[in-house]
């Protein structure tokens, strides 16, 4: 994988500019995704590259021909799970624990049990 530093020196050849502090904090973050997938990722036989996400509980494989479309995939599939967790997706599971205080688990189970998903 290509460090930070090569990646700028490539931004700065192909746009022919100073890569600014958001280009430089997003190929930090994009980086750090990629550092931290968990699965390996391989070039196979047929000449494409393959590697796994875990979605919905099972484990699915992403292909594409060329790496770098890969390591894109790879980036836009935990960006999409990182919007899942926002504020506004999480407050109602944090309202109904804050209503039912140390019940949470029992208040969770009567509500699922009454036809209602929290």
């Not at 931290?36 to 979605?55: E, F, L, M, N, S």
């Not at 309202?95 to 189970?109: F, H, I, P, V």
Request: contains cysteine; glycine residues 6%; positive net charge.
């Amino acid at each position: 994988m290509k460090n930070c530093q090569t990646l700028l020196m490539e931004l700065e050849k192909s746009a022919k500019l100073k890569p600014t502090a958001r280009d430089v904090e997003e190929i930090m973050k994009r980086i750090e995704i990629l550092e931290q997938h968990p699965y390996k990722i391989w070039q196979g036989a047929d000449g494409r590259w393959y590697t796994k996400v875990k979605t919905d509980g099972k484990l699915k494989i992403l292909k594409k021909t060329k790496r770098d479309d890969l390591d894109d995939a790879i980036v836009s599939f935990y960006r999409k799970s990182d919007d899942k967790n926002t504020l506004a997706a999480i407050y109602p599971d944090w309202l109904q624990y804050k209503n039912c205080g140390d019940q949470y688990e029992q208040c969770n189970q009567t509500a699922v049990g009454m036809g209602k998903v929290l």
